[in-house]
Antibody
């Protein structure tokens, strides 16, 4: 069965860096575009970034451009989100989600989320 | 990129039908038939209910349907059930740049 498991969240001081991981299993990871979506406490969903199946194309929300990098290692079936220069407003649960195969739409499978708290 | 506009809350009695609107712009909802809808129960990950405007993923009840008119997409839940009580979010593709935008979210209450 398809599983997405995020890790790497925690408490970090403003300005520091953090790398999130999303381990995928139960499907051919290298066939799918993958996404990161976040949700601040008590707030709505915010799309963060996406990466094509082979890593050749990457897309970012304007709010994170220049500070966040999405990447993947298809040999390890793992998606990453490198976050630099973290700000308090980056505090959120970060979810990874799979795109529907070959489609623009995403979210047929989601991870359970990992909480990132940016605080001094 | 501004969030798509959804009503903060919608309510209905069991068995009734409700509709949630999602208003965007010419740059997103109006230009692409690529609106998705997600259901989220408290403390849980979102669940895809509708994609490409009106398509249901396997396993999603046919009580959920999607449509679009101009710059407004809609999600209709018919035969409202207690388990439908949740937050619902729309999300539209918006082309190049920052290519996806979520709606503000709607809390559905079953009376």
């Amino acid at each position: 069965q398809v599983q997405l498991v995020e890790s790497g969240g925690g408490v970090v001081q403003p300005g520091r860096s953090l790398r999130l991981s999303c381990a995928a299993s139960g499907f051919t990871f290298s066939d799918y575009t993958m996404h990161w979506v976040r949700q601040a406490p008590g707030k709505g969903l915010e799309w963060v970034a996406a990466i094509s199946y082979d890593g050749s194309s990457k897309y970012y929300a304007d709010s994170v451009k220049g500070r966040i990098t999405i990447s993947r290692d298809n040999s390890k079936n793992t998606l990453y989100l490198q976050m630099n220069g973290l700000r308090p407003e980056d505090t959120a649960v970060y979810y990874c989600a799979r795109a529907l195969r070959g489609l623009i739409s995403f979210g047929d499978y989601w991870g359970q989320g990992t909480l990132v708290t940016v605080s001094s | 990129q501004s969030a798509l506009t959804q009503p903060a809350s919608v309510s209905g009695s069991p068995g009734q039908s409700i509709t949630i609107s999602c208003t965007g712009t010419r740059s997103d909802v109006e230009s692409y038939n690529l609106v998705s809808w997600y259901q989220q129960h408290p403390g849980k990950a979102p669940k895809l209910m509708i994609y490409e405007g009106s398509k249901r993923p396997s396993g999603v009840s046919n009580r959920f349907s999607g449509s679009k008119s101009g710059n407004t997409a809609s999600l209709t839940i018919s035969g409202l059930q207690a388990e439908d009580e949740a937050d619902y979010y729309c999300c539209s593709y918006s082309g190049s740049g920052s290519p996806y935008v979520f709606g503000t979210g709607t809390k559905v209450t079953v009376l």
